[in-house]
């Protein structure tokens, strides 16, 4: 599909449009450090990644290494991983990588020494699970939506996919497994039950929250007036649209096929303009996640 930006070259972003970014992926960071330290960490709900990691070797090693807390173990962990990163993967391991895991991993030392937790904040574990889920899989949707990624256990999966047969999904997918099944044996069944429950959540919970970050409307619409809704769309819009010659099964008029697509904010006034052109007009609208080119999203 044509859009009204496809012959001018990729702007870069405002200096306002650059705040928002960093507003957003620190949002995001923010969000998943409060779902870990809060609500993982402190009921043993060992999800994957290396919060997964920290919280075993904070049970495991708590007796030996009392000193040493979660945070401590996330910041060291992310250190050996990014080092590693680096030197293995070069660029995949990008800076916005590194910012995200070392300031993930910084939140929750402060968050250690600013209020200190020994036990969980209730004695419910599922509403825990269920909190532990939402904010770290909303703060995880919002640091993928920013292009970024915050480390840990993404690293290991790239270097994975490098030197076997795994694509990263399925290598990721490994490692967190591996990383919920040991909280069966370092914790026990429940916790271990309620960690791998965790992980599979968590995995909806980011998809579908992408999906919904995401969502745009796509409009068929059927016209005899097309050249003010054209114009409506390439002028006030700033949209492009694809349009074609059709004619009416009953009436046997000609009419003509607008296709475009626009962000939720832009639909509902696009549908009262064309309701406004022409009162006659078909409209077919859908909702889609998945629109790549030009405008929205780089395929």
Not at 282 to 290: G, L, P, V, Y
Request: hydrophobic content about 45%; charged content about 20%.
């Amino acid at each position: 599909m044509e859009t009204a930006k496809s012959n001018q070259p990729q702007k870069k972003r405002s200096f306002w449009g650059t705040v928002t970014y960093f507003l957003m992926l620190n949002f995001g960071i923010l969000l998943l450090a409060s779902g870990i330290y809060f609500f993982k960490a402190t009921n043993g709900f060992a999800t994957g990644g290396v919060s997964g990691i920290s919280i075993l070797f904070a049970k495991l090693l708590g007796d030996v290494l009392p000193g040493i807390t979660q945070g401590m173990y996330m910041t060291a962990i992310n250190i050996i991983l990014l080092i590693l990163g680096v030197i293995i993967l070069g660029k995949q391991c990008g800076l916005l990588t590194i910012y995200c895991s070392i300031v993930l991993s910084l939140e929750n030392m402060l968050f250690e020494y600013v209020l200190p937790l020994s036990q969980p904040l209730t004695d419910e574990p599922v509403l825990e699970l269920v909190y532990a889920v939402m904010l770290t899989g909303i703060g995880s949707a919002i640091i993928f939506r920013c292009n970024a990624s915050s480390g840990g256990t993404d690293i290991v999966a790239l270097i994975l996919k490098k030197y076997t047969s795994l694509n990263t999904g399925t290598a990721l997918l490994c490692s967190d497994l591996v990383i919920a099944a040991s909280s069966l044996f370092i914790y026990d069944i429940k916790t271990g039950l309620f960690s791998l429950l965790g992980l599979f959540a968590k995995v909806f919970v980011v998809d579908d929250i992408l999906d919904s970050m995401n969502m745009c409307k796509a409009f068929t619409i059927i016209t005899t007036k097309p050249e003010e809704i054209e114009r409506f769309i390439m002028e006030e819009m700033k949209r492009g649209a694809t349009a074609y010659n059709a004619e009416g099964t009953y009436s046997h008029m000609e009419k003509k096929v607008i296709i475009t697509v626009c962000k939720r904010t832009e639909a509902l006034r696009l549908r009262r303009k064309v309701k406004q052109i022409d009162p006659s007009a078909f409209i077919i609208i859908t909702k889609t996640s998945e629109i790549m080119g030009k405008g929205f999203r780089d395929v």
